[in-house]
């Protein structure tokens, strides 16, 4: 066919030929010009549609696609042979390898040997914050000297607090461990379809793949890490163990010191309180004593202004009614919790009229300083026109009194069956008048 093409543009071409020779000949014979026909302009060759988009228009494509990515550059294309569609589109789809500018690292957790070398230190801290009892007992101290407050655990001090905290921060510090090389390689790819409109390719239905390049958003790039950032290298690993030993020691070190400045004050301890129980037993005892020299000279001033042949005299007291009144102790006894005397009670103008009488005084004294004196009046003789006969004709007649530190006697006389009606008593004041010498004879005798 292309053989036929080629020679019926010869024939055209040489009939062309011939017929212009013609023409010029027949100008010659009749010497006249013949007018030269102007050319017609060639017509444009109908464009030339490619078959695909270039490498170059399509690694633009997904560079544009993957915009956001700093961390990689564009590599190698590789594309797949285009499907035509009726509408003269074509389906393709490429890969696209992005190569990793720079390492790129990933941040994690401490590795466990760093803990490891840190646990040397737990056995000083431990003893460091025993509570006080512990030291108390490994110095001999008894547990009736432990307070609640020794049993507590007790803080570390300050240097010692901050070390261990250096070290927990030196183990537990996370670390960054390099997960992907520079010049590594990245696999994207997508599909798309391209259509040639107006001298240059539109590309649609564009799905693209970039999960294995986004995946390296979640690292750090070197150029971002700080300049003495923990990378994690055997190197470092070994810098890091040595570095924690060397805190380790040093913690050790002065935690010893510390245990040892504790024993001591434990030791010191121990000592004031033994000291103290001793001093505390001698202040007891001496206390004791003298309690009981005060007691005994208690007693014995008790047993002076109660002693035989003591005489109390003053007056007794109802409403507007007054008399006077003598109380003479002819005989007393002393036991280990009281006095106990009898003797004699009478109107102070009429001592030859007088009653038996029974008394007891408590040796503990009140918390006013005084002591209780309780009185039983039994029979005698007394003058029926005093008052007081109302006491005396009964058979129950008391007296309720106090002795005063000033050895004065003080309070009341009453009947037992006059409960009810206090306002009947006789108030009573005596005074010590000393020894009595001639006193009436008591019928007990």
Not at 72 to 92: F, H, Y
Not at 329 to 351: H, N, R
């Amino acid at each position: 066919m292309k053989k036929l093409l080629i020679q019926t543009a010869a024939i055209t071409a040489a009939c062309t030929m011939l017929t212009s020779c013609f023409d010029e000949l027949k100008q010659v014979i009749s010497g006249e010009e013949t007018p030269t026909e102007q050319p017609k302009p060639a017509e444009p060759p109908a464009p030339v549609i490619p078959e695909q988009p270039t490498n170059e228009e399509i690694s633009r494509l997904l560079v544009e696609q993957l915009s956001g990515c700093d961390v990689a550059t564009a590599g190698t294309l590789t594309c797949s042979a285009p499907e035509k569609n009726p509408d003269a589109s074509v389906n393709m789809s490429a890969t696209l390898k992005m190569v990793v500018k720079e390492d790129l690292y990933t941040k994690e957790v401490a590795p466990a040997a760093f803990n490891k070398e840190r646990e040397a230190v737990n056995e000083a801290a431990n003893a460091a914050m025993k509570p006080e009892s512990v030291y108390l007992f490994q110095v001999g101290a008894t547990t009736d000297l432990i307070t609640e407050e020794d049993r507590k655990a007790k803080p570390l001090p300050e240097n010692l607090q901050a070390a261990l905290n250096e070290l927990k921060e030196l183990a537990d510090a996370p670390v960054f461990r390099k997960v992907v090389n520079s010049g590594d390689e990245v696999e994207t790819s997508a599909s798309f379809t391209a259509t040639y409109v107006d001298g240059a390719w539109q590309f649609s239905n564009i799905v693209v793949n970039n999960a294995a390049l986004l995946a390296l958003n979640d690292h750090s790039a070197q150029s971002a890490l700080a300049q003495d950032a923990p990378i994690l290298t055997p190197e470092f690993e070994e810098a890091r163990k040595n570095l924690i030993r060397e805190k380790v020691a040093a913690f050790n070190q002065q935690a010893d010191s510390y245990i040892k400045s504790r024993e001591e004050t434990a030791r010191a301890t121990l000592t004031e309180h033994q000291a103290r129980a001793e001093e505390d037993a001698r202040r007891i005892t001496e206390q004791a004593a003298a309690e009981e020299a005060a007691r005994q000279q208690r007693i014995n001033a008790l047993v002076e202004a109660l002693g035989n042949d003591n005489l109390f005299a003053g007056e007794w007291t109802r409403d507007k009614q007054f008399g006077e009144i003598s109380l003479h102790i002819e005989e007393a006894k002393t036991f280990d919790s009281s006095i106990q005397f009898v003797g004699t009670l009478y109107d102070t103008k009429l001592p030859e009229a007088s009653l038996d009488i029974a008394g007891r005084c408590e040796l503990t004294q009140s918390e006013d300083g005084s002591n209780q004196v309780d009185i039983t009046i039994y029979d005698g003789q007394y003058d029926p026109d005093q008052p007081t006969a109302e006491v005396f004709d009964a058979k129950d007649g008391m007296l309720s009194l106090k002795l005063s530190a000033e050895g004065k006697l003080t309070g009341t006389m009453s009947c037992t069956s006059w409960a009810n009606n206090p306002e009947k008593a006789f108030h009573i004041s005596l005074a010590p008048k000393g020894l009595k010498k001639d006193q009436p004879k008591s019928r007990r005798r």
